[in-house]
């Protein structure tokens, strides 16, 4: 699988591939024309209350990563994950991101976790 990660405020390029946005919040400041996406896929994000106590720091990187796969393997996760993987068996995939931590954020571990299951 070919399965890269990039922030969403980043220029699309052809070497994108699929490009999916897999925060539950659109980003603020962009336009839905120029993020130049395949899909929003909200249900494979960090829930609400997840984000909200990893960015309240209620809870460490290592906690959330471990929550955030927890809610990953839930059956609300299935038909999104799917998604990605039939377009990653196409082609490169890129999941998109609006944080400025561009090393820890849920799309790397998104990326990681299937990544995994290949």
């Known amino acids: 699988m070919d399965i890269g990660v990039k922030r969403i405020y980043?220029?699309?390029?052809?070497?994108d591939g699929a490009r999916f946005l897999v925060d539950r919040l659109w980003p603020r400041g962009l336009?839905?024309?120029?993020?130049?996406?395949?899909?929003w896929l909200?249900?494979?994000?960090?829930?609400?209350?997840?984000?909200?106590?990893?960015?309240?720091?209620?809870i460490g990187w290592d906690e959330f990563v471990s929550a955030y796969v927890a809610e990953l393997q839930g059956e609300a996760a299935q038909e999104e994950l799917e998604t990605i993987r039939k377009a990653a068996s196409k082609g490169r995939v890129?999941?998109?991101?609006?944080?400025?931590?561009?090393?820890?954020n849920n799309a790397t571990v998104l990326r990681?976790?299937?990544m995994k299951q290949d």
């Open 94 to 104: 890129t999941l998109l991101f609006a944080s400025k931590q561009t090393e820890r």
């Open 31 to 39: 336009s839905k024309d120029k993020a130049g996406l395949t899909a």
């Open 42 to 58: 909200k249900t494979v994000s960090p829930s609400n209350a997840l984000r909200k106590r990893l960015h309240g720091d209620a």
């Open 10 to 15: 980043d220029t699309p390029s052809n070497e």
């Open 112 to 114: 990681d976790y299937l």
